[in-house]
């Protein structure tokens, strides 16, 4: 069973960075495709970022282009987002997910496992 794990929510002042890591675990990571996804309050998911299976394709949505960064690392079974320059639109539950294709895409029905959720907050 594959299990997604993401940390390194927390609350954050305007302008402030937050680097969120997603430990994987009980699947075959590199070959997955990874997103991240975030949820606010009374707003429906709105996908973030996505990063083929080899790193070579990314995607942004336009709103957090040129302030966040996606990466992974197949060694250590982990996807990251460096979130930079932050501001408080960006408050949201920050979710990552797997897709078993790996061909990046930032549509969430594509992807197959999630996890949890972490929390940023971003302060005014």
């Known amino acids: 069973q594959v299990q997604l794990v993401e940390s390194g929510g927390g609350l954050v002042q305007a302008g402030g960075s937050l680097r969120l890591s997603c430990a994987t675990s009980?699947?075959?990571?590199?070959?997955?495709?990874m997103g991240w996804f975030r949820q606010a309050p009374g707003k429906e998911r709105e996908s973030v970022a996505a990063?083929?299976?080899?790193?070579?394709?990314?995607y942004y949505a336009d709103s957090v282009k040129g302030r966040f960064t996606i990466s992974r690392d197949n060694a250590k079974n982990a996807v990251y987002l460096q979130m930079n320059s932050l501001k408080p639109e960006d408050t949201a539950v920050y979710y990552c997910?797997?897709?078993?294709?790996?061909?990046?895409?930032?549509?969430?029905?594509?992807?197959?496992?999630w996890g949890q959720g972490t929390q940023v907050t971003v302060s005014s």
């Open positions: 990063i083929s299976y080899g790193g070579s394709v990314i």
């Open positions: 997910a797997a897709a078993n294709w790996g061909i990046a895409t930032m549509e969430a029905y594509n992807y197959d496992y």
């Open positions: 009980g699947g075959t990571f590199s070959s997955y495709a």
